[in-house]
């Protein structure tokens, strides 16, 4: 089974190492030390916790009920306006997202760069590469 040091395991949290090595202290996630003495988290053990992360990581101004299960918070980054058609990019965590959507609902949604977003992503079609 692979382990990730808690630097990789922060960098696909989405959080600091700051947060991880907090998270593993308090024993919110399990870890052991390898031969070189260095904190490992077993991948089985890492994917429950990001699950039972993103769970209670719900906030206020979430969406009462929604079908879309791939949800990234972030932070806009880029907004390209056109005359009808409008892009934009968040970074959440280590994940870059783009969107096209109406210049209409950009500015219905108020975004600006530098503002916290969530993009949803739902599709019938996911493909997924072992690393």
Request: charged fraction near 25%; glycine fraction near 10%.
């Amino acid at each position: 089974m692979q382990s990730y040091t808690i630097g990789q395991a922060a960098r696909l949290l989405g959080v600091s190492a700051d947060t991880a090595r907090r998270w593993a202290d308090a024993g919110k996630v399990p870890t052991h030390r390898d031969e070189a003495g260095r904190r490992l988290i077993d991948g089985r053990d890492l994917a429950a916790f990001s699950t039972e992360l993103a769970k209670s990581g719900a906030g206020e101004d979430e969406p009462a009920a929604t079908s879309v299960r791939n949800a990234f918070p972030g932070i806009v980054t880029a907004i390209k306006l056109g005359d009808v058609a409008a892009q934009v990019e968040i970074q959440a965590g280590p994940h870059r997202l783009v969107s096209l959507l109406t210049r209409e609902a950009v500015e219905e949604l108020g975004l600006e760069v530098g503002m916290r977003a969530t993009a949803r992503v739902k599709s019938t079609n996911v493909h997924i590469d072992r690393v």
